[in-house]
Nanobody, 124 residues
Framework: QVQLVESGGGLVQAGGSLRLSCVDS????????LGWFRQAPGKEREFVAAVSGVDGSTYYADSVKGRFTISRDNAKNTLYLQMNSLKPDDTAVYYC?????????????????WGQGTQVTVSS
């Protein structure tokens, strides 16, 4: 059974950094596309970043491009999100998710497995 467990959230001042981690308990981790999404209070869940299971290609939402970096360590079954130059608008619950496909998507409905989420709060 696949379980995704996030960690690394917290409270940080604007301009600061955080690194989120997501451990996948499933097998053949390297074959699947993985993504990070976030959801702020009163808003829909939105795409943040994704990494391909085909060739490791990465994709980002325009709002985080140049500030966030998604990466995966297949040997550790772990997905990361390095977040730099954080802004108050980045405040949200962050979720990692896994597809049953090697190809990425920016749509939440395309991801089958989800973690429980980790809170990121950026103060101004």
């Amino acid at each position: 059974q696949v379980q995704l467990v996030e960690s690394g959230g917290g409270l940080v001042q604007a301009g600061g950094s955080l690194r989120l981690s997501c451990v996948d308990s499933g097998h053949t981790f390297s074959a699947y596309a993985l993504g990070w999404f976030r959801q702020a209070p009163g808003k829909e869940r939105e795409f943040v970043a994704a990494v391909s299971g085909v060739d490791g290609s990465t994709y980002y939402a325009d709002s985080v491009k140049g500030r966030f970096t998604i990466s995966r360590d297949n040997a550790k079954n772990t997905l990361y999100l390095q977040m730099n130059s954080l802004k108050p608008d980045d405040t949200a619950v962050y979720y990692c998710a896994r597809r049953d496909s090697s190809y990425t998507s920016n749509q939440p409905w395309a991801y089958y497995y989800w973690g429980q989420g980790t809170q990121v709060t950026v103060s101004s």
